[in-house]
């Protein structure tokens, strides 16, 4: 995952990611007293979450800056650091959960990380997540697109959204057995007449990188804010055009 994180900026505006993320606990089939993983925990606030619900849950997650978060906030809850392609357990677990994360993962690398995830997971064992899918805030980065050919930069989207079929191929792949799969819009409010520009300066990192000037850059995020005004901005709200792609699967 390629990204540094402003950790205190995202544990304070963007709790909305982890508030989601609960729904996504429900596909657990796992009783309580099992071990769970949650890979790509953040700042933890669903490890805590799987704890509350009974679950051995311990956390993952590639980031420094979320983990001293999390390990401020969960003293009780085991967190190691490690990246979600390439790490390893001591012990199998029951479940491996992961809200938020994949999409960050390029596709070349899935492989890598669905291998681990199998590896991790005693047999019929399950991985239960939600990502962006196929679509995802499809409206924020066709505008950046535009914004960045206008200043003459080439926009590279930074994530991968996959559609049902897509995705249930790599892990059929991998070893799992797909059992469950939704793809479904939620449009996302943000917090504050800045919203969106706060959203984009948060997560669309990578391709603001090719912008040398930091002037030039808040420009940018400002023109792609004034094209999506009519469509993402209602009743002084600002919305993220989120689609969800939510799944369990089975290691077979
Ligand atoms: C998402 O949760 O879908 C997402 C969040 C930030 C950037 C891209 C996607």
Redesign the pocket.
Known sequence: MNIRWDAEGYTER?SF?PGYGRDVLSLIEAGAGSAVLDLGCGNGTLTRALQEKGYRAMGLDASEALLAIARREHPDIPFVQGDATAFSLRERVDAVFS??VF??IDRERQRDMLACVREALRAGGELVF????KG??RRIHSALGEVFKRHGYRYEM??Y?PAIGEYAALLEAAGFETRVALLFDRPTPLQGEAGLAD?IR???KAPFEAVPEAEEREQMIAEAAQALRRELYANGVWY?D???LRMRAVRL
């Open positions: 963007f990611v809200n938020a999409h960050w939600e990502m962006g899918g995802n805030n930074p994530f959204f959203w948060m997560f669309v993220a989120y689609v969800r």
